[in-house]
């Protein structure tokens, strides 16, 4: 039997939401405005392709990075109703 511990990860826990910060038809405007937004100091930035297949749009989000930004625990019983 092999009695070595194996070590289980933290548990996943999510950052900040992401934020539309603008939409365009082209990746090449949105791009633009990535790597204007990406100068920002504790900023993340991406560009995603949404919309329907028809109607296709490129949308810039942004976060803050989520190192940078610590929540507080949240209690879940806070408003649990007493009998």
Same mark, same amino acid.
């Given at each position: *039997?092999? @009695?070595?511990?194996?070590? &289980?990860?933290? $548990?996943?826990?999510?950052? $900040? /939401?992401?934020?539309?910060?603008?939409?365009?038809?082209?990746?090449? !405007? /949105? %791009? *633009?405005?990535? @790597? =204007?937004?990406?100068? !920002? #100091? %504790? +900023?993340?930035? =991406?560009?995603? +392709?949404?919309?329907?297949?028809?109607?296709?749009?490129?949308?810039? #989000? &942004?976060? @803050? %990075?989520?190192?940078?930004?610590?929540? $507080?625990? &949240? %209690?879940?019983? =806070?408003?649990? =109703?007493?009998?």
């Amino acid at each position: *039997m092999n @009695t070595e511990k194996i070590e &289980t990860p933290p $548990p996943h826990q999510d950052g $900040p /939401a992401w934020k539309v910060d603008a939409r365009f038809s082209t990746f090449e !405007e /949105a %791009d *633009m405005r990535r @790597t =204007k937004l990406s100068k !920002e #100091k %504790d +900023l993340q930035v =991406k560009v995603r +392709l949404l919309g329907p297949q028809s109607k296709p749009y490129f949308a810039v #989000k &942004t976060r @803050t %990075d989520p190192e940078v930004v610590q929540r $507080p625990p &949240t %209690d879940k019983n =806070k408003n649990r =109703k007493k009998k």
